[in-house]
């Protein structure tokens, strides 16, 4: 007598592996725009230095309210939300079950991973942020690396680490982590990513190359988390939101 192995995680396991594969192929994707950005990163902090802001003020405070999709603070609060609410993410606790082994933990690395890699590029690589760099005296956006670029007296090391955008890869990081627990929100996740990779720019934090790397960061350190079996069972599928 012959035994098969269940169809349907053999199926999930396919999904999550293809999945993988899509946010690989997206973080390369990133990577070659960072590169085209580099292009465009002095027209681009120029205008959206201008004072006053060049963006509608219903619009900036939208994206200023997407920030908190890329925040440590909100990043937090969200996946908090979630461990309370989603029994598929359930630690051991007196009173319920644990949820599926390593599930919380493969999220909370998908956002949080991306932002510690971009920590340790930050520490090596130093660059002008277009809110303190003098952009009418560069010519070029590799003039913006290293300090010689800086608007007047250095105030603190913040202003010399544009290069890359951490708020840009906790965000993307956290975008392909929920993509990978609940498939069916991809595109609004994808679309707060986005959102809150804008307001870096439109608010002179960061250059166009720098939201683009460090979202490349975040979507590749993610791919490395999430795989491995199915996110959940499928006694969970239903109520996990599949």
């Known amino acids: 007598m012959t035994t098969t192995q269940p169809v349907e995680p053999v199926a999930e396991q396919v999904?999550?592996?293809?999945?993988?594969?899509?946010?690989?192929?997206?973080?390369?994707?990133?990577?070659?725009?960072?590169?085209?950005?580099f292009a465009i990163d002095l027209p681009v902090a120029r205008w959206c230095k201008q004072r006053?802001?060049?963006?509608?003020?219903?619009?900036?405070?939208?994206?200023?309210?997407?920030?908190?999709?890329?925040h440590g603070l909100g990043v937090t609060a969200l996946i908090a939300t979630l461990l309370a609410s989603d029994p598929a993410l359930a630690l051991p606790w007196p009173g319920r079950p644990a949820g599926p082994r390593w599930n919380f933990i493969r999220l909370v690395g998908a956002?949080?991973?991306g932002g510690l890699l971009v920590d340790l590029v930050k520490a090596c690589v130093e660059r002008v942020r277009p809110n303190a760099?003098?952009?009418g005296d560069v010519s070029s956006a590799l003039a913006t690396f290293g300090s010689a670029a800086l608007?007047?007296?250095?105030?603190?090391?913040?202003?010399?680490m544009s290069f890359p955008s951490?708020?840009?890869?906790?965000?993307?990081?956290l975008?392909?982590?929920?993509?990978w627990k609940y498939p069916l929100g991809r595109p609004a996740f994808a679309m707060l990513a986005m959102l809150s990779a804008a307001q870096r720019v439109a608010t002179s934090a960061h250059y166009p190359s720098d939201v683009c790397f460090g979202a490349a960061i975040g979507v590749?350190?993610?791919?490395?988390?999430?795989?491995?079996?199915?996110?959940?069972?499928?006694s969970m599928a239903d109520a996990g939101g599949a």
């Open 15 to 37: 999904r999550v592996d293809r999945y993988r594969a899509r946010l690989l192929a997206i973080a390369a994707v990133l990577a070659v725009a960072g590169l085209m950005a």
């Open 52 to 70: 006053p802001v060049p963006l509608p003020g219903d619009l900036l405070k939208f994206l200023n309210f997407a920030e908190v999709f890329a």
């Open 111 to 113: 956002a949080a991973v």
């Open 133 to 135: 760099a003098a952009l």
């Open 151 to 160: 608007e007047g007296p250095l105030q603190s090391a913040a202003q010399l």
């Open 166 to 173: 951490g708020h840009a890869a906790a965000a993307a990081g």
């Open 175 to 179: 975008a392909a982590g929920l993509g």
């Open 220 to 234: 590749a350190a993610a791919a490395a988390l999430v795989g491995g079996r199915p996110p959940w069972p499928r």
